[in-house]
């Protein structure tokens, strides 16, 4: 698996997400991505107790841990590498966590406008 430029939807490099807990689709702390990452893992999210109860109602439980593959689980406060599409589906149904434009890769554009990654930005260290 190649990974894609590490650039940020801003243009510039992309900084690490999280690394406690350990996120991003090759699991090194920050939202880089592949042609292999079907899912876009690109949005630097912070979790928030509703969005969590969202994403497990819609089928993805990120709150339960799971040992066998290394997930601690999370919870409000977090930051983890959503997938674009369900970003965006959660802003859609109005329950988005807030997320840092600079730890989230450009191809989350392929998925998520701009405007809507702006509004849902936080401002970082």
Request: glycine content about 8%; overall charge negative; some cysteine.
């Amino acid at each position: 698996m190649q990974k894609l430029d590490s650039i940020n939807v801003l243009g510039g490099v992309l900084v690490p997400c999280s690394r406690d807990p350990l996120t991003g689709f090759f699991r090194d702390g920050a939202c880089n991505t592949c042609a292999e990452d079907q899912g876009s893992h690109t949005v630097c999210a912070v979790m928030t107790a509703e969005f969590l109860a969202y994403s497990k109602y819609v089928g993805n439980d990120l709150s339960t841990p799971r040992p066998e593959f290394d997930f601690p689980g999370l919870k409000p406060g977090d930051k983890w590498c959503l997938c674009a599409g369900r970003f965006l589906q959660a802003h859609d149904e109005g329950c988005a966590p807030k997320i840092n434009l600079e730890a989230t890769h450009q191809r989350a554009l392929d998925i998520v406008p701009i405007g809507i990654l702006r509004e849902h930005a936080v401002k970082t260290d």
